[in-house]
């Protein structure tokens, strides 16, 4: 198009006094329309006008990419210079995925993330609003820059008018009828991903299969799980469809049956098969005795399929970890505590999340005498699968040294070869805290070690007291392996004397103020609940932490008290 053919008197500046009547004269322009480029050139005219712009643009959007294949400036006219962007890159590109307008009134010249903005328009200000239709899904951008004042919500105001005069337009040329605007409209319901984000694989399968029967009015569908290219549950499913089914997964392809009944009735099937990254992980069957099924349709069913394969690969990734999380998690606590002459034992955990959500807090006793009692608490950093791999194999191995060492064991030697038994297992991105402690009911002697762990409570009659212990960087920070054995701290404890182990979950709890409950409380609290069972006193203590706490806890808990009770 010439400069100016479409819009008077705007190529060369603008004419404050003709603002108005050039806007009435791109509005009439604009109504006349009859091609999807003339609308845009249009409403980029009027816009300008409105807002007294020198340059602006408008392009459509087709849900992942958003082009315009020109722009105007009011002294050159058009420039025809195509430019594309991803949906939520660049200006046009973030507002076709918000859906809201974007206005920047300083503009700095090397803009990150908006160089059409900055290089091929040289704009140092802009305003962008979505070309947005009744349902608010953008179906392209406005855009205009450059206004020597900057743009105000008056000019957003007019830029969204302008907008939706624009959609009216667009939506006459390109739907035709009554019948394409409706298919339209359903496409856009049915291939919406908010009803597939379920990390259910079952809600995920009858939402797709509700999805794709909402394709063609009258049609049944159902959605079966595929694993190894074999149908997991078919039971729904007659021998035809069962047929028809094993067909498409084979093909990966979606596969088509019309079969006459008595009495005319035609059946129409059809089996779409979800396929993601080369693999089949479910089919849906279709059912239908009212018309066949339209290619639009069958289109529209294999666009939702691959949505659909990606969220039950997701979602069944997801329980899997799920189901490994949970039994790893079993594993990592003893059924319950031992029972020894003289020891009272109190166990307190509390996973603050489940699944893959769980941290990777453990705690472990062994004991192969009648006085002797070894207790382990650790906790690896993080969450997940990953983090309680790393627990249950720092548990094991544990496990295996204590019971390879002579008995009773010594704490420094034990922390010593599970560092060395874990060197280079545990990644970069994790590390283990570990506290080893042995109880001598007889001596009245408690022997500890840390790598990185919290430093236990000794709870005794008078005072709340915390030993001066040595520790060693956590398990998995070391790059090097341990020759001597770790420090091991000699605590005497009289009868009634009470020691806990705790890890971070409950130490790191914060009041409003920032405090730690470490730091702030817990003493204080062991105090108050001295006179408390062993196992009474640990469940008070969390309570009284997550009273303490300005949130619930985001992390897990293990405590364990000890309290030496010998028999007199």
Not at 52 to 62: E, I, K, N, Q
Not at 274 to 301: H, I, N
Not at 479 to 499: F, N, T, W
Not at 507 to 521: I, K, N, S, V
Request: proline letters at 6%; hydrophobic letters at 45%; one cysteine or more.
């Amino acid at each position: 198009m010439p400069p100016g053919a479409s819009y008077p008197d705007m190529p060369g500046g603008f004419d404050p006094d003709q603002t108005m009547l050039t806007v009435l004269e791109c509005l009439r322009l604009l109504q006349e329309a009859d091609t999807v480029e003339r609308v845009l050139e249009t409403v980029t005219g009027a816009a300008c006008a409105a807002t007294g712009s020198p340059r602006g643009m408008a392009g459509l959007s087709d849900g992942r990419t958003v082009s315009a294949h020109s722009w105007y400036d009011i002294d050159r006219g058009w420039t025809g210079e195509p430019m594309n962007w991803a949906v939520g890159e660049g200006g046009p590109g973030r507002v076709c995925q918000s859906g809201t307008a974007l206005v920047c009134n300083d503009l700095p010249p090397t803009a990150e993330g908006l160089s059409e903005a900055t290089e091929t328009l040289e704009l140092s200000c802009f305003a962008c609003v979505p070309l947005a239709d009744e349902l608010g899904s953008p179906l392209g951008f406005l855009e205009v820059g450059n206004k020597p004042t900057g743009y105000s919500p008056d000019d957003v105001r007019a830029l969204n008018l302008l907008a939706r005069h624009a959609v009216m337009r667009l939506q006459v040329i390109t739907s035709g009828d009554r019948q394409c605007l409706e298919e339209r409209l359903l496409a856009e319901t049915c291939l919406s991903a908010r009803g597939l984000f379920s990390l259910d694989p079952g809600e995920v399968l009858r939402e797709t299969a509700a999805r794709m029967a909402a394709t063609a009015a009258g049609a049944t569908a159902v959605a079966v799980p595929v694993q190894f290219d074999r149908l997991r549950a078919s039971t729904s499913l007659d021998r035809h469809e069962v047929k028809l089914a094993e067909a498409a997964i084979a093909e990966g392809r979606a596969r088509i049956d019309t079969e006459e009944q008595q009495g005319d009735d035609v059946v129409s099937r059809a089996a779409v098969p979800l396929v993601t990254d080369g693999r089949t992980v479910g089919v849906v069957v279709l059912r239908s005795s009212a018309e066949p099924f339209a290619p639009w349709q069958l289109s529209l069913m294999d666009m939702l399929a691959e949505r659909a394969a990606v969220a039950l690969e997701h979602a069944t990734l997801y329980q899997t970890q799920h189901e490994i999380a949970r039994q790893l998690q079993e594993r990592l606590l003893p059924a319950e505590a031992p029972v020894l002459e003289g020891l009272e034992i109190g166990v307190f955990y509390r996973s603050a999340g489940e699944g893959i959500e769980r941290g990777g807090d453990f705690l472990d006793f062994f004991s192969l005498t009648d006085n002797q009692l070894a207790v382990a608490i650790g906790d690896v950093s993080g969450k997940g699968v990953e983090a309680m791999a790393i627990t249950v194999m720092a548990k094991y191995a544990l496990r295996a040294i204590v019971a390879t060492l002579p008995w009773p064991t010594r704490p420094g030697e034990a922390l010593r070869d599970v560092q060395n038994a874990l060197f280079q297992q545990i990644d970069p991105d994790h590390f283990l805290t570990l506290q080893l402690g042995l109880l001598d009911t007889k001596r009245g002697i408690f022997l500890v070690t840390s790598a990185g762990h919290p430093v236990p409570f000794i709870v005794r009659a008078g005072a709340v007291e915390r030993p001066l212990l040595v520790t060693v960087p956590a398990i998995g920070v070391q790059s090097v392996a341990e020759i001597d054995a770790y420090p091991v701290e000699r605590i005497a404890l009289q009868p009634g004397d009470a020691v806990l182990l705790f890890t971070d979950g409950i130490a790191e709890l914060r009041d409003a103020d920032g405090r730690f409950y470490e730091e702030t409380r817990m003493g204080e609290a062991l105090d108050e609940l001295r006179g408390l069972p062993a196992a009474q006193l640990v469940e008070r203590l969390y309570a009284d932490a997550v009273g303490f706490a300005a949130g619930p806890p985001v992390d897990d808990v293990a405590l364990i008290l000890l309290r030496y009770q010998p028999i007199i």
